[in-house]
């Protein structure tokens, strides 16, 4: 049977009618940032020591080995045809790959329960060749674009990838939200450990440090971590440990040099504070509540961050709305109903996030923040901590206080804390990052 005759497939000409308004949008951001008339002073110190980008690296700067990075970037400088050719096709591909790894199971799932005549067979056929479209149609785009495309960033290249497949998806008829089902399932397990631990927590000696700790372990909640499942139950495992004897704890205090928990502490102690919290995975969001509670509990007052449209298994508006309407939940209400919990999105319709177009209600509350806590690499990429140029650090001079919360699990992540870090003192894959960086206090910059 042909691909056009099943239900709910796009030709190409349907394919390019979708895409093409996205990728517009996607030049004109692009246009506008590189045009450096955008205001970022609410953000971002006007003679900060490094000029803010939204990632560590444009497209033209990357590689993973030295030689490969610097290959890349002297293509990217001295033939953009050339680069065109050699260099784009590999990082795209692997951009493209995450993305419908991350998306392919869920999308199958959703398109089988909305076609439940068709064979299995039939239904991994169209998904294989919905995403194998996209693919040729956005590198079409791509190579027909400006030459300028080598100074997108990574964070802007996932954020068009995402907006195509969720325009794609809602085409056809699907709810675009395809993690749906997982993140629901997430509810379920995690309601049941949120109010299994939760008395229990706050009763603990060492409250705080357990809350921030499992806050930033439960990061490896993320749809593409292949070992997420086994993560999941030996997560378990792991919090009754902790509750019972915190050896974990104890040992990120003392071989961790990335744990920052008495920076956050201090921070919270005493004097009450305006916090941004920015939200990351579905899974983890329940760990995240346990520490906004403390701190509402401590008089703070928080604005939780979460996002506007699906990403991946990343937590939406919708959703924080639909956990905070369970009875479980009902202690929130008077700190909501007082303004001391406010919910609001970035604006912004992929992983992490734009500040050169994000809307006034996020500058609002970043500028009355005293502290921004972030969680999640895709959040990492696009608030660079700065650069290190012959072992001398300089800062992007953020105008709050930055908590970063997350697992270095990815590879790309690893190499943007290489950009921050000397090599001696770079956190290593798989580790805890739990670090707080004050662009006025250099005692606070990566060694």
């Excluded at 300089?394 to 908590?403: A, D, F, H, I």
Aim: hydrophobic share 35%; aromatic share 14%.
């Amino acid at each position: 049977m042909p691909y056009t005759s099943y239900p709910y497939v796009l030709t190409n000409e349907q394919l390019h009618a979708t895409v093409s308004p996205l990728f517009d949008t996607f030049l004109k951001r692009l246009r506008r940032r590189l045009s450096g008339n955008v205001d970022l002073s609410w953000f971002v110190a006007p003679d900060s020591q490094t000029p803010y980008k939204p990632d560590y690296f444009e497209l033209g700067q990357y590689g993973q080995a030295r030689m490969q990075a610097a290959g890349n970037s002297f293509l990217s400088k001295s033939s953009y045809s050339l680069w065109r050719r050699l260099a784009w096709p590999r990082i795209f591909d692997t951009t493209y790959e995450v993305m419908r790894r991350g998306y392919y199971a869920p999308f199958l799932c959703a398109y089988q329960a909305a076609h439940p005549t068709l064979s299995e067979d039939a239904c991994r056929t169209t998904a294989d060749k919905l995403f194998w479209q996209l693919k040729r149609v956005l590198l079409h785009y791509f190579y027909e674009a400006p030459p300028f495309m080598h100074r997108a960033t990574f964070t802007e290249l996932f954020l068009i990838i995402n907006e195509s497949l969720l325009a794609i998806f809602t085409k056809i008829g699907l709810n675009n939200d395809v993690h749906r089902p997982e993140k629901y399932r997430h509810h379920e397990e995690f309601l049941f450990i949120y109010n299994t631990i939760r008395e229990e927590l706050f009763s603990h000696h060492y409250c705080h440090d357990l809350l921030a700790f499992l806050a930033a372990r439960a990061n490896w909640m993320d749809i593409l971590e292949d070992s997420m499942n086994s993560f999941k139950h030996g997560f378990r495992d792991e919090i009754n440990g902790l509750l019972d004897h915190s050896e974990d704890l104890f040992h990120q205090h003392q071989f961790n040099p990335n744990f920052h928990q008495l920076h956050f502490r201090e921070w919270t102690t005493g004097t009450k504070k305006s916090i941004l919290y920015e939200l990351d995975n579905s899974g983890e969001v329940y760990f995240d509540l346990l520490l906004i509670e403390w701190l509402l509990k401590e008089g703070h007052s928080i604005t939780v961050v979460a996002k506007r449209s699906p990403a991946l298994n990343d937590i939406m508006v919708t959703d924080l709305n639909h956990i905070l309407s369970y009875r479980e939940m009902a202690h929130f209400k008077p700190h909501i109903a007082s303004g001391a919990f406010t919910i609001i999105d970035n604006g912004c319709d992929g992983v992490g996030k734009q500040p050169h177009h994000i809307h006034k209600a996020y500058k609002t509350h970043y500028k009355a923040a005293d502290l921004h806590i972030i969680k999640g690499q895709g959040q990492f990429h696009a608030m660079p901590l700065g650069t290190r140029k012959l072992g001398r650090f300089s800062p992007v001079e953020y105008r709050t206080p930055v908590l970063y919360m997350m697992g270095v699990k990815a590879p790309i992540i690893w190499d943007c804390l290489r950009q921050a870090f000397s090599t001696s003192h770079c956190p290593p894959l798989q580790s805890l990052f739990c670090y707080f960086y004050n662009p006025k206090d250099p005692r606070t910059f990566p060694k």
